[in-house]
């Protein structure tokens, strides 16, 4: 998914307009599109919106481009690392925010009661539900400096039992049900420990967002293996474990899906850069 500075500058470049101008016809301070434009700010989408209508640019489904590595999204990084990781987070919702009304309002096709990705929710209720996780994929990978975004979170959770009672404690206050294409808001199910257990992935959508469990993801042996060399973070007051870089690149590179090797190329990019 584009980032918010990509969007705004590939639509005020194919307009022909300085930041400046831009802010004039927004009726703005240069200096906020300044900001956005550097990733040293996270507007919302109405700000966007209002950026975006002042060049005549329709924002459309079409406009999350697959991954190419470039330097132009190595020089997001620095960017990236610069901010607090709960703002890195904010920048994913409300990024996600913003794509998702403009494709409600483009082509009406996401239900109303389908949730954006809200980070802070997500993990405040895992935490205070005691849930024993490493955050994983590239929400885990965006802490880090990894410049895409992503409408989904994903974890593995610690298999013991007293684990999997506390996160199916957690996953109700969330309302989780388990999404598919078809039934996108998500098909009712017995969110219970017993249940948990019976599957190595389950592809929920909460009421915060889209939220998907891998116990044993690819490459890997689970939460002690990933617990290891795991990045913890102080986030919204809680810990948070994040896979490393070297192992988010072993499980991509296991899965070898287009997308994962697409990210694997920018990963390691990152980590010569470092």
Known sequence: MSTAAELLRAARN???????ALAERAGTAQSVVARIE???????????????????VAIYPQLEPRVVVGSHMLAEVPGILRMSPEDRLAEVKNVAEFVQHAQRVSESRIPYGVAPLDPKLLFATLARHDVRFVLIGALAAKLQGFPRFTRDA?????????????????????DARIYTEQIPEGLAFDCSPQMLAR??????????????????????EGFDDLARGAVRFDLFGYPLLAASLEDIIRSKTAANRPQDRQDVEVLKAILKRR
């Open 38 to 56: 550097a990733g040293q700010a996270s507007p919302t989408w109405e700000t966007l919106e209002r950026l975006l209508a002042a060049v005549d």
């Open 154 to 174: 994903d974890i593995t959770p610690a298999r013991e039992s007293d684990n999997l009672q506390r996160l199916a404690a957690a996953l109700r206050e969330l």
């Open 199 to 220: 599957a190595e992935i389950w592809n929920l959508v909460t009421k915060a967002g889209r939220l998907d469990l891998a116990f044993q993801p690819s490459g890997t």
């Open 14 to 20: 194919r307009a022909g307009l300085s930041q400046r």
